[in-house]
């Protein structure tokens, strides 16, 4: 037989890492440090991943009275009332409708649920929501080194590790009992996984990359934008098995199978449609369920509804300025912004897979524009902006002659790029609801446990979740936070509804302390219909008279 010099495995040395690589097969786990300088940083990361880790177990059996306090606390209801109602997963719970039973569609709950099964046995704190996102954080950590890696080299593999590890944004998000960090750590370990069954032909990596996917979009649906980089690396896999029929000589054994004459011929394609049922169908099944859930019971509530709406120029020049100084630091965004016009050799293949990756999500943003006033929806940049920043650290290395001042520079990147993380994220962990913590767990001592609760919280749940009582929002429309009252008049009807439904307690806490005097109608109304029972600098507790 002739020989095929096409599909030859002949190496090509990385660029400024002097370790031979072949041109389409990415690295066993056993050869992940088969060169001098790929052990090197192999053992760099593994040491920054454990600062990473450790770091964030800093605090992690704080209060949900952060910044993040109201999502969190709905996640956290939800896994107590697993473990209070028997643990019905396809009917997650939430304590603010009232005295109805509260089911609303939400994310694929297992993050609760792991929870709640923790609670049974350990008891609920709050640390046992909070690790589950630190240890998938540790997860994905491997998985993004060598997906930067096979993309920029392994350079700029260390230097995007260590900013998705440190970025103010990824850090806090890491700690937090939410379901953003886990879902963007399965869609890095599914996204490298097909990366690396296009590129080498591994089954195991195509299944388990496809089930990573599903989970990512099962926890949190907005890692859809995952799909973009994926259709990439199809595409281009699609085009290696076009140019290999022109007698292309670079071709990925993935698609090798395509080139054959007969049957070989359409196993790829089948196997991409595969993956994408894989993918897809278990998230199309989960919220079609939510949706019906929402439809048959009050509130009537999907988590994450009415997020779709484009907004004014300003509103997204707010986000825009917010992500690029306090969610990414202004050192990271100098860098990435570099790192994304820098040019790469012609030599590594799916060189674009997180331009991709970053224009999916500039849709995302303006297409979900009231959505993104939620700071934990533009998570995903963390690791696109790393990478880019990444590869202008690298670059920019590479053109440094002197080796003194290749390090001075780099230690001084990584001191700015720290300090300023460690000034933009204490804010994240500033408490904004201790007053809400502090109610609730009084209205927990002073109330009966079927007391219903109409709490004038601005919409934030944690009052509930600590009191362990049921209520509702003041003002409220469908169990929804409504807002502040126009007037009196309006307080005074809306209260007026909830007393004719049940409401026992009424509770004022400091951040509204100002209705008192701005609407002293409704005031003297609390006077002849509530008994004043509890009364501290952050919070009044009220009895509401039966009618």
Known sequence: ???????????????????????????????????????????????????????????????????????????????????????????????????????????????????????KFAGVHEWIGRIQAVILFAVSLPFFFLLVREIFGSTAAVWASFFYCFTPLNFFAGRSFMPDVPSLSFAIVGLYLFLRWVEHGESSSFFVGAIAISLSLLIKITSIVIVAPLVYLAVAAVSDRRNSRKGDLQIAPAVLETAAPCAGAWRAPLKFVLFAAIALLP????????????????????????????????????IAQQTLVSSLTPALSVMALAGLFVLQSRDRRNSRLFHWWLAAMIVFIIVVGYGNRHRWYQLPLVPIAAAFAGAGCAFMGSKISSRLAAITSSILLAVTFLILAFVYVRPFYESSAAQLRDAGLELKKVTPPDALIVAADMGDPTIFYYAERKGLHFLEQNAIYNGTPDDS???????????????????????????????????????????????????????????
């Not at 509530?301 to 907004?311: D, K, L």
């Not at 007393?499 to 009424?506: M, Q, S």
């Open 1 to 119: 037989m002739g020989k095929t010099p096409h599909l030859s495995p002949l190496p090509l040395s990385e660029e400024g890492s002097g370790s031979p690589r072949s041109r389409y097969l990415l690295p066993s786990a056993k050869a992940l440090a088969a060169t001098p300088r790929e052990y090197r940083a192999t053992k760099l990361v593994i040491v920054i991943g454990i600062f990473a880790v450790g770091a964030r177990l800093i605090f992690i059996n704080q209060p949900y009275v952060d910044h993040w306090s109201w999502r969190q606390s709905d996640v956290a209801a939800i896994a107590r009332n697993f473990l209070q109602n028997g643990f019905r997963f396809g009917y997650p719970q939430i304590d603010w409708a009232g005295d109805t039973p509260g089911y609303v569609g939400t994310e694929f709950p297992i993050l609760p649920f792991i929870a709640a099964v923790c609670y």
């Open 283 to 318: 998230s199309a099944i989960w919220y079609w369920h939510t949706h019906q859930i929402a439809q048959k019971f009050y509130p009537h509530h999907v988590f994450g509804a009415g997020g779709i709406r484009i907004e004014s120029f300003s509103w997204y020049w707010h």
């Open 489 to 547: 008049e309006q307080a005074i009807e809306n209260l007026e509804q909830l007393r004719r439904r049940g409401a026992t307690h009424f509770v004022f806490t400091r951040n509204t302390f100002w209705w008192l005097q701005s609407y002293p109608e409704f005031l003297g109304y609390l006077s002849k219909h509530a008994t004043l029972i509890e009364t501290t600098p952050e919070f009044r507790i009220y009895k509401l008279t039966a009618r």
